[in-house]
């Protein structure tokens, strides 16, 4: 699985790819047909379901990261 760093951002990353952010939180999805399962963290299950063009905020250390559900198979994850 490759791996990116919050230095990375902002970045689009597919299903065998994740976030790592400057405290440790991760950032990751599964494709669910057209919608995509976002996990935050170590959570077994889907923090939120994103549809494409929808978007969910994630707050570490004080910053904000929006994590962007695209047409195609990936999610954009940039910092606020």
Request: glycine fraction near 8%.
């Amino acid at each position: 699985m490759s791996e990116f760093t919050e230095a990375d951002l902002p970045v689009s990353i597919d299903h065998e790819q994740m976030v790592t952010l400057g405290d440790g939180t991760t950032i990751r999805f599964e494709t669910n047909g057209e919608a995509k399962d976002l996990y935050v963290g170590d959570a077994f299950t889907p923090t939120i379901q994103l549809f494409p063009g929808c978007d969910y905020c994630v707050e570490s250390e004080g910053k904000t990261f929006k994590v962007t559900a695209e047409f195609e198979d990936v999610v954009t994850v940039s910092k606020v």
